[in-house]
């Protein structure tokens, strides 16, 4: 598995840990039926992609801009501290 998951068109992250989004493996399935590897290797998520996955979330629902720019930001600053 690679360790990274890319992130497409944020201001400020390009990639985040894969090992965060792991436990979110099925959402990942069913929102893009696709394994989280492929979409790496595809060019990655998108904020409101990985923010759908981590919520459990259908693909579409949740909107990019900046709010959920800076809520996927505090997200990986919680997960690093855990």
Same mark, same amino acid.
């Given at each position: 598995m690679p360790e +990274? #998951?890319?992130?497409m068109s944020h201001p400020s992250i390009k990639s985040i840990p894969m090992a965060m989004l792991e436990?979110?493996?099925? +959402? %990942? #399935?069913?929102?893009?039926?696709q394994t989280l590897e492929r979409l790496a290797e595809r060019?990655? @998520?998108?904020?409101?992609?990985? @923010?759908?996955i981590m919520d459990g979330i259908g693909w579409g629902r949740v909107k990019n801009c900046p709010e959920n720019d800076a809520l996927l930001?505090?997200?990986?600053? %919680?997960?690093?501290?855990r």
């Open positions: +990274q #998951m890319p992130v436990p979110f493996r099925r +959402q %990942a #399935m069913k929102n893009h039926g060019g990655g @998520l998108c904020a409101s992609e990985v @923010l759908s930001v505090r997200r990986i600053e %919680a997960w690093g501290k």
